[in-house]
C-alpha cells in the first residue's frame, strides 16, 4: 500500500477535503505531531482511527518502523498539525526512506499557510520564494536580508509572535521601504491581515501579537545599477561624503542608483 501524505486545515476545521476524510476514515495507521490535535480534527468529522505519533523528536526511530509496516501492506496516512507534512514539517524523512524503499507515495493536497497568506497580502507575483523560519539571530537575519535585496519576486517566511517585533525592525533596516503583510491566525475566528510598509509594521507589531504569523514581503522596486556591488556602493557613499555630501542624503541617493539598503549603506560607512 502507498504512503499517503495528507494535508490538514491550517485554522479552520472544515477546511479539509473529501479525499483526505476518506484516506484518514481507511488507513490502518495514522501518524500525526500530536495525537490530541489531530483527535480533534477527526472528531468533527465524526472519523475514528489509530493514531501513532510521528514528530521531529521521534520520527529518526518511528521512520524504521513504519517502513517496515508499509512493507508489510498497511495502509498509513501522514499528516501534521496544520498544512502539508514535509514542508517545514515532520515527514520528510519518511517520504525519501519510503521512496527509497519502493514504495509508492501518494499526496492528497489541500489547506497551504504559505499560499493562502501570499495571495490574501495583495503581494503575489509570478515569482515567489519560502524562506521557512525567519533566523533566530539578528545578524543572520540581517545576512537573509541582504540576500532578498536582489530577489525580484515575493518572499513568504514563518515567524512566531514572540520575535516578530525585533524581525520586522531587522528586516524595515535591511530592505528600506518595502512592502509587506504580516498575516495572523489564518482562516481562524481572528483572522488579521495588517498591510505596509516593513517599517509601518514595525511600529504597528511594536510588541508581540498572540496567534500564528505568516509573513509575507513583497518584490523588489528597486533596480539594481549593472556591475554595481555592495562593496562599490559604499565606496559611492564615502566618495559623496568626501566631497561635502550629508551622509543620510549620500546613503539615499546611492540606494535609489543601486539598490542597496538606504541604512545599511549610512550604517556601514560611518
Known amino acids: 500500500m502507498p504512503l499517503a501524505i495528507c494535508a490538514t486545515p491550517i485554522g479552520n476545521l472544515d477546511d479539509v477535503t473529501l479525499r483526505v476524510l476518506e ?16 483527535g480533534v480534527l477527526l472528531a468533527r468529522h465524526g472519523l475514528d482511527a489509530s493514531l501513532l505519533s510521528y514528530h521531529r523528536h521521534n520520527e529518526a526511530a518511528r521512520t524504521a518502523q513504519v517502513v517496515e509496516r508499509l512493507r508489510a501492506g498497511e495502509r498509513i496516512a501522514l499528516v501534521s498539525d496544520a498544512g502539508l507534512p514535509g514542508v517545514n514539517d515532520p515527514g520528510g524523512r519518511l517520504i525519501a526512506a519510503a521512496v527509497d524503499d519502493g514504495i509508492d507515495v501518494t499526496v492528497l493536497p489541500g489547506p497551504s499557510a504559505v499560499e493562502t497568506a501570499l495571495v490574501v497580502s495583495g503581494l503575489a507575483s509570478d515569482r515567489f520564494q519560502f524562506v521557512g523560519y525567519l533566523p533566530r539571530r539578528a545578524a543572520e537575519l540581517r545576512a537573509l536580508g541582504v540576500e532578498l535585496r536582489a530577489w525580484e519576486g515575493a518572499v513568504v517566511a514563518f515567524e512566531s509572535p514572540r520575535r516578530l517585533p525585533a524581525s520586522l525592525r531587522v528586516l524595515a533596516d535591511e530592505l528600506d521601504g518595502r512592502s509587506a503583510a504580516v498575516c495572523r491566525e489564518l482562516t481562524k475566528r481572528f ?19 498572540r496567534g500564528e504569523i505568516t509573513l509575507v514581503l513583497g518584490a523588489s522596486t528597486a533596480s539594481p545599477a549593472a556591475g554595481v556591488d555592495d562593496e562599490a556602493a559604499r565606496a559611492a557613499v564615502a566618495e559623496l561624503v568626501e566631497a561635502g555630501a550629508g551622509r543620510r542624503a549620500a546613503a539615499e541617493v546611492v540606494s535609489r542608483l543601486t539598490g542597496a539598503s538606504r541604512n545599511a549603506l549610512y550604517r556601514e560607512t560611518l
Do not use: I, Y
Open 23 to 38: 484516506e484518514l476514515r481507511s488507513s490502518d495507521l495514522v501518524l500525526c505531531e500530536d495525537t490530541r490535535h489531530t
Open 191 to 209: 483572522e488579521e491581515v495588517a498591510r505596509g510598509s516593513l517599517e509601518e509594521l514595525a511600529v504597528r507589531f511594536a510588541e508581540p501579537p
